[in-house]
């Protein structure tokens, strides 16, 4: 008989009511409106909404480089109050690794600057990853010799080899081209299949959304604020009619009043 693991029901990270404002003497920006959402462990929970929502914003305080000016946000049950090596983020920009490191240095880098693992220990765990994104030729080589997409793998790569409790993405396919963004949105859900990993994932494109998430969270213009929590359809129903009516509906909600 199968026993429930205890705990086994309990969000991985909870956002309640998280209200999120930029302050100087001047002026007050609220990106984000008492926000709510649950992520469970190995979901792949996506963000999205049109462009200056919050979206980027949240990502930031979940990473804890930001403090919610009304409500918590909780990861396994603790109060997130500042940045973690159990959150790691993957940004958009192609510059986010150390141009002077080698791909296995920028990976194993992350891993003993962290002291998550060291020596021998470091650079095998980054010799793994680098391999599983399909850059082993390449772990020698130093990012001015890549092209954008392999960049976005030595930092996914350097994510993954940290196996934070979640890997926060903020849009990192929006400055590649259509074909390799593709490519990598489904090497994405084959490394996924392998190791199922927890991720959350912000983008504004509709399309990306549905392939890339199991559950998606839709928010409104500025200041953002939860529209609706929508179940993604499996993989094996994209290009299929499920996907082009989800993408109907979304849009419907998005964009229509
Ligand atoms: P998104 O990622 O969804 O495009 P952001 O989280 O970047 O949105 O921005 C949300 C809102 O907060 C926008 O109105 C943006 O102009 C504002 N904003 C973002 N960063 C700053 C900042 N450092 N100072 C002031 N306002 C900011
Ligand atoms: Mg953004």
Not at 50 to 61: I, R, V, Y
Not at 110 to 129: M, P, Q
Not at 136 to 147: E, Q, R, V
């Amino acid at each position: 008989m199968a026993l429930a693991t205890p705990g086994a029901d309990v969000p991985l990270l909870q956002v309640q009511g998280v209200t999120l404002q930029y302050k100087t003497s001047e002026y007050v920006v609220t990106a984000t409106h008492r926000v709510d959402f649950d992520v469970y462990s190995s979901e792949r929970y996506v963000l999205l909404g049109p462009s200056g929502c919050g979206k980027s914003t949240l990502l930031k305080a979940i990473g804890g480089y930001l403090s919610p000016s009304e409500g918590t946000i909780r990861l396994k049950g603790r109060e997130v109050r500042e940045p973690g090596p159990d959150r790691m983020m993957v940004f958009q920009e192609f510059d986010q690794l150390l141009p002077w490191k080698t791909v296995q240095e920028n990976v194993a880098f992350a891993l003993t600057a962290s002291g998550k693992a060291s020596g021998a220990e470091a650079r095998d765990r980054a010799a793994h990853y680098i391999e599983k994104v399909g850059l082993a030729k390449f772990a020698d080589s130093h990012p001015h010799m890549l092209s954008g997409g392999m960049k976005q793998r030595v930092a996914i790569a350097r994510g993954m080899a940290m196996e934070p409790d979640v890997l926060l993405m903020d849009e990192p396919y929006a400055a590649l081209d259509a074909l390799t963004r593709r490519r990598m949105q489904e090497e994405l859900l084959q490394l996924w299949d392998d190791t199922r990993f927890t991720v959350l994932f912000v983008t504004h494109s509709i399309e990306e959304a549905i392939r890339i998430g199991t559950r998606i969270l839709l928010l409104s213009p500025h200041p953002g604020q939860v529209k609706a929590e929508l179940n993604s359809i499996p993989p094996a129903e994209l290009g299929t009619a499920a996907q082009a009516e989800l993408e109907t509906r979304i849009n419907d909600m998005l964009f229509v009043h």
